[in-house]
């Protein structure tokens, strides 16, 4: 417990000192605090120990987000939109971390080993604000917000477990019907997600192919909209080498859009719910982000969870002035991934 708070201690801090010297922000003007983390939750809470350290306000509206998946940053997110919606002249902090030391799996079920090859230690620090005047320095405004819950299926709900195994030890499971989960949950979160951002010539093609098919009992395939003509860019949460071949397949996303995401699980592994952010990090010190330029989370999680964020860029991001986990290498990037081929 003492190494696992450490641990928390070292990637919380460490981003949020970051953060505060990036914005030039005084904690005691932060309203709200949430923090998630999936799989490691002690007493006090991690949001506590955020509190104490940085002797934040004691009206803080304060909240810890726990067993929720790899998809809580952006249930985060879109918390502290609702909650800046009610709350006016004020800043919001989000943290979205994983810890590894408590929940490595130490036993032999093949089904709980893929965790310990895929996650990794891993945190981000992300700053709110709803003050008119905190708008020409914002990088981002958020547009869009969207969730999607199948936990009411039994097949979703159990297809990511905490559990132990038939030797006592405790381990995530990873269900062979994961992927299978993960594209329905996905094909309802576009189906909200679709009329909000796509161009009206999308739409309608999307809506003839639905009435053609549910009406018309018309066998074609259904209908996959371009979101290339809504976004410019994207970040596929890192899951998994899977995850990403299948998102970029259904998508008909393109190598450069897919390249944030695969050099983070190539670099990083799978950080569960900050994944999303090095990805946007990769794309900054990339020189990508223009000004206008929308963007696209995407994030899986246990439950079964599909949630979304769509962004705007405020400004052009200058990478000579960004600070970030890709800063000192990015010039080796991106490197050459070759397909795994199975007989």
């Known amino acids: 417990m003492k190494e696992a708070r450490k641990e928390a201690e070292t990637v919380m801090f460490g981003a949020i000192d970051e953060l505060l010297a990036k914005t030039n922000v005084n904690p005691k003007d932060i309203g709200i605090l949430i923090v998630n983390c999936s799989l490691f939750n002690p007493t006090p809470s991690l949001s506590a120990m955020v509190v104490n350290h940085y ?19 952006l249930i985060s997110i879109d918390l502290a939109k609702h909650l800046l919606h009610s709350i006016p002249n004020t800043y919001a902090m989000v943290i979205s971390m994983e810890n590894i030391t408590l929940n490595w799996y130490f036993g032999n079920d093949r089904s709980k080993l893929v965790s310990n090859c895929l996650f990794r230690m891993g945190g981000a620090a992300i700053l709110l604000s709803n003050k008119r005047w905190d708008r020409r320095r914002s990088k981002y405004v958020l547009v869009d917000t969207v969730r999607t819950h199948k936990g009411a299926d039994d097949k979703c709900f159990g297809c990511i477990t905490q559990e132990e195994d038939s030797a006592s030890k405790i381990g995530v499971t990873l269900s062979k019907e994961l992927m299978a989960v993960a594209g329905d949950a996905l094909k309802t979160n576009i189906t909200t997600l679709g009329p909000l951002v796509l161009p009206t010539s999308e739409q309608l093609l999307f809506f003839a192919t639905l009435v053609g098919r549910r009406l018309f009992k018309m066998k074609i395939k259904p209908y996959i909209p371009d979101f290339k003509l809504a976004f410019e860019h994207f970040c596929i949460h890192a899951g998994g080498r899977a995850v990403l071949d299948e998102l970029e397949k259904n998508l008909k996303l393109t190598d450069w859009h897919m390249e944030p995401s695969r050099m983070t699980l190539y670099r990083f592994g799978n950080t569960s719910s900050s994944s999303l952010w090095y990805e946007l990090a990769y794309s900054e010190a990339k020189g990508r982000i223009k000004k206008g330029d929308r963007i696209w989370q995407i994030a899986f999680g246990s439950g079964f969870k599909c949630n979304s964020s769509v962004w705007r860029a405020v400004r052009s991001v ?9 800063m000192d290498e990015i010039h080796e990037f991106p490197v050459d991934v070759p397909k795994v081929s199975t007989i």
């Open 55 to 73: 002797k934040l306000r004691g009206n803080i509206l304060s909240y810890n987000l726990g067993g929720m998946g790899c998809s809580a940053g």
């Open 318 to 326: 200058n990478p000579k002035k960004e600070k970030n986990p890709w």
